[in-house]
C-alpha cells in the first residue's frame, strides 16, 4: 500500500493551494482516508476526513470553512482544497488511510485509527 502526496508550496496569505493524495496497493478499498499536519515543534493534528465512499467528511475547527475535502474513487485519490491560507496553516501535511476496524464517527481524528501514512508535503504560508 502506498499514498502519495502532493501540491504543497509556497504562497501568499489569503492563497490556495490543492494537495492530492494518490493511493495505491489497495484490494479493497480504505474505508476513510484523512489528513494531517505537523508544523515544527507540534504534535501531528487531525485536519480533515472523509469516508471512501464520500460521506460525513470532518474538518478542525480551525480549518472549517477554508478547507474542503474529497475524493475521486475513479482515480484512487484524495484532495484537501485549502482556501484563505493563513501563516499559522504552515506545515507538512500527510494524507492517511484507514481500514476502519472501529467506528469511523469516533475516531476519524486519532492519528492512531490510520493504517497507512503517506510521506508528508510542506505547505508555506508567508507574505
Known amino acids: 500500500v502506498q499514498l502519495q502526496a502532493s501540491g504543497g508550496g509556497s504562497v501568499q496569505p489569503g492563497g490556495s493551494l490543492r494537495l492530492s493524495c494518490a493511493i495505491s496497493?489497495?484490494?479493497?478499498?480504505?474505508?476513510?482516508m484523512g489528513w494531517f499536519r505537523q508544523a515544527p515543534g507540534k504534535e501531528r493534528e487531525f485536519v480533515a476526513a472523509i469516508t471512501w465512499s464520500g460521506g460525513s467528511p470532518y474538518y478542525a475547527d480551525s480549518v472549517k470553512g477554508r478547507f474542503t475535502i474529497s475524493r475521486d474513487k475513479a482515480k484512487n485519490t484524495v484532495y484537501l482544497q485549502m482556501n484563505s491560507l493563513k501563516p499559522e496553516d504552515t506545515a507538512v501535511y500527510y494524507c492517511?488511510?484507514?481500514?476502519?476496524?472501529?467506528?469511523?464517527?469516533?475516531?476519524?481524528?486519532?492519528?492512531?485509527?490510520?493504517?497507512?501514512w503517506g510521506r508528508g508535503t510542506q505547505v508555506t504560508v508567508s507574505s
Open positions: 496497493g489497495f484490494t479493497s478499498g480504505a474505508h476513510a
Open positions: 492517511a488511510a484507514s481500514l476502519g476496524r472501529t467506528p469511523y464517527s469516533d475516531n476519524y481524528y486519532l492519528p492512531t485509527w490510520y493504517d497507512y
